[in-house]
């Protein structure tokens, strides 16, 4: 494994057919939105259990009172980084098929990435629990708790996989066929724990992709999968990797 080789990782990128991207919340952490794990991390300061759908469906109104202070405070405010921009540079200049990301933050798109799947969904809108309609949560009021659907007034919650659901049906499908055709990912922020999205680069490998991790520390990717690991933040490794691309 290669440590730090920015050169040879441009090579890979330059010289693959499908190089996709696989990104978690550390990618996200210099623009302002912390982690769920780990130093700092939201699960260090709020019960886990606001996200188990039960607990949401019989405690809907105090679980979006902490949803709405967690997620909206941070979210609403984050720009997209450096490596957010890099993936965004790669898509358009062809070398990039898609982000598979594990964020529900939307910064990937607000970056300018168009092929993005969401595997654990989106904060940018809700969802009724009865009807299944989906709207903008920025079309949606969060000045009364819950909000409730305009439509059938069901209760409406995140639009993004809670404890105990299922990963959407088009997202876990998409992710698994791109892995399984992919030469090259481009791991950026994500150290590999939550099944079932940890498989990606997995199966990705097994196809005998290239793998380029950009992480802080050494993660479970970094002595099994990767060929290259990057040891950066997310934003500095996607500055460096700009000046390749321009």
Not at 166 to 195: F, N, R, W
Not at 214 to 220: G, M, S
């Amino acid at each position: 494994m290669l440590l730090n080789d920015y050169e040879k990782a441009v090579e890979i990128i330059k010289n693959s057919k499908k190089c996709i991207a696989f990104t978690g919340a550390g990618i996200s952490v210099q623009s302002g939105i912390p982690p769920f794990r780990g130093k700092g991390g939201i699960w260090n300061k709020y019960d886990p259990k606001i996200l188990d759908i039960d607990y949401f469906l019989e405690n809907p109104k105090e679980s979006w009172r902490k949803i709405k202070k967690i997620f909206y405070r941070y979210i609403n405010k984050a720009e997209p980084n450096s490596a957010h921009f890099f993936l965004s540079k790669l898509e358009k200049k062809g070398f990039l098929k898609t982000v598979i990301t594990q964020n529900i933050d939307g910064l990937h798109q607000k970056a300018g990435s168009i092929n993005v799947i969401e595997f654990h969904g989106t904060a940018q809108k809700a969802v009724c629990m009865n009807c299944f309609e989906k709207y903008d949560i920025s079309k949606i009021s969060l000045d009364e708790l819950p909000p409730i659907c305009p439509k059938c007034w069901g209760l409406l919650k995140p639009d993004f996989v809670f404890f105990k659901e299922q990963i959407p049906k088009y997202a876990l499908e998409q992710s698994l066929k791109h892995a399984q055709e992919a030469d090259c990912v481009i791991i950026i922020g994500t150290s590999g724990e939550i099944m079932p999205a940890s498989q990606i680069p997995v199966i990705a490998k097994q196809n005998n992709a290239k793998i380029i991790e950009i992480n802080t520390e050494k993660t479970k990717y970094t002595e099994t999968l990767s060929d290259i690991l990057l040891k950066e933040k997310a934003s500095l490794a996607g500055e460096k990797f700009l000046k390749y691309f321009e």
